[in-house]
């Protein structure tokens, strides 16, 4: 029974965490609209210290993959981002891959959430953005603008 209890403890120590770290996120619901570019999308979190100047990733497909700056909270419809991707054709803030490009422009984030919940989310929100599964609890919000 007492060991029940610890684990108790700490399941509720962990969330309670975690809703202390969502009350000072950074929200992304207005900027997944799929109403601006990827350039509008990802250079002000840039400089504002909130995204990695640099992307971790660069798909063969163009699509840039940015992390949130250390110490940097982002959310997308209350869930977690991981993630932030991105290319727009021609500008110099976003690395080509080697391969095909994914067209002139396409923004999204990639979240720690369920597709269902994520999908509903963004539907409530009005978005025109497309989710896709990525993993279990891996979710991604795409806007070919």
Known sequence: MRKRASFEQLVIAIALASLGTLTHAHPLDSQLDCKSTPHDF??????????????????????????????????????????????????PLFKPGKGEPIGDAAYG????????????????????AVVYRVAPFITAIFCKP
């Open 109 to 128: 984030a990639v979240i720690w959430g369920g597709d269902a919940e994520v999908a509903q989310k963004v539907r409530e929100a009005g978005s025109d």
């Open 42 to 91: 990802i250079a002000p979190l840039q400089e504002n210290h909130l995204l990695e100047a640099k992307p971790m990733r660069v798909e063969p497909n163009s699509i840039n993959a940015f992390r949130p700056a250390k110490g940097a909270t982002l959310t997308a419809y209350g869930f977690k981002v991981y993630a932030l991707v991105a290319y727009q054709k021609e500008d």
